[in-house]
């Protein structure tokens, strides 16, 4: 959205029907929308390895971006400290922290593809994974959590187009060797929780 306070109006809206436990503005201000222990309707219709309502599986952290600029540094360590909480408190390692574009394949985008994955897994609110010799790349995907859904005209497009979300957004054609091998390895090391 165009602005934090955008966001606000529309997750605080009923008529909307969405909600998240939090916003974080691009200049790095929190704004906790719905308690943790209570379920929020962020993620809307998706799965995530065994996990078919995620929605009361997680907890949902909205951020202020259009989807097509880089986040801010002060948006950035503000997510990263939030999540230091969060994950503390819930018992959450790195491989539970997944994007709505994981989850929701070929329905939503976000983060998108300017979300520094890497990053912050690098400041532990995320994992990146090492290449792996690859296996058949829907397997591996699936090993790690992703879901074409039932209606996916083509399952692996549906599939790779939120992969290269998470790990190489500037790819483009078919599957490449690295895609397979960075998949392997996040199934390696990231195994799909169960449902």
């Known amino acids: 959205m165009e602005s934090a306070e955008a966001a606000l109006a529309r997750l605080c809206d009923p008529a909307a029907e969405v909600s ?108 990146w994974p090492d290449p792996a010799p690859p296996g058949a790349f829907l397997a591996d995907a699936a090993r790690a959590g992703w879901r074409a859904p039932a209606e996916a005209a083509d399952p692996e497009a549906a599939v790779l187009a939120a992969v290269r979300l998470r790990l190489r957004p500037w790819g483009s054609g078919p599957v490449a060797a690295a895609e397979r091998a960075l998949v392997a390895g996040l199934a390696a090391r990231w195994p799909a929780p169960e449902g």
């Open 20 to 127: 998240a436990h939090y916003l974080i503005g691009t200049e790095g201000t929190v704004w906790q929308l719905v308690a943790e222990a209570r379920r929020a309707w962020h993620a809307g219709a998706g799965a995530w390895g065994g996990i078919a309502d995620v929605n009361s599986a997680s907890i949902g952290i909205e951020l202020q971006n259009r989807g097509d600029h880089p986040f801010p540094a002060p948006q950035m360590q503000a997510l990263e400290r939030l999540l230091q909480g969060v994950m503390a408190r819930w018992e959450i390692g790195a491989a539970g922290v997944i994007g709505h574009s994981d989850t929701a394949v070929g329905r939503k985008r976000d983060p998108g593809p300017r979300f520094d994955w890497r990053g912050l897994a690098r400041a532990g609110g995320a994992v």
